[in-house]
């Protein structure tokens, strides 16, 4: 399995970008795709989810602010970020787990998210 991501990049806060990330290979059609980031020095945190039903999970920080989406018939998960901060600095991981007898977990090479003031 492989994730591709792409669509970081630098913008001025306020502004907004959006990220993909296509997964390939052998996937259960019953996953649930995701959002991580990670900025400097601190651990990776959750910033969204997504399951094949359409059900979301967002972190409190980007409630409101950003979206995610998918493609099922494309394996493409998306994330819609709008009104970004400076604290939304970050390498954005996106992830994928599904259950094919035991539980699989991947995750993308990661995308730099730089907001500036």
């Known amino acids: 399995v492989q994730l591709q991501a792409s669509g970081g990049g630098l913008v001025q806060a306020g502004g907004s970008l959006r990220l993909s990330c296509a997964a390939s290979?052998?996937?259960?059609?019953?996953?649930?795709m995701g959002w991580y980031r990670q900025a400097p020095g601190k651990q990776r945190e959750l910033v969204a989810t997504?399951?094949?039903?359409?059900?979301?999970n967002y972190a409190n920080s980007v409630k409101g602010r950003f979206t995610i989406s998918r493609d099922n018939a494309k394996n493409t998960v998306y994330l819609q970020m709008n009104n970004l901060k400076p604290d939304d600095t970050s390498v954005y991981y996106c992830?994928?787990?599904?259950?094919?007898?035991?539980?699989?977990?991947?995750w993308g090479q990661g995308t730099q998210v730089t907001v500036s003031s």
């Open positions: 290979g052998s996937i259960s059609s019953n996953n649930v």
């Open positions: 992830q994928i787990k599904f259950a094919l007898g035991n539980w699989y977990t991947y």
């Open positions: 997504i399951t094949g039903g359409g059900s979301t």
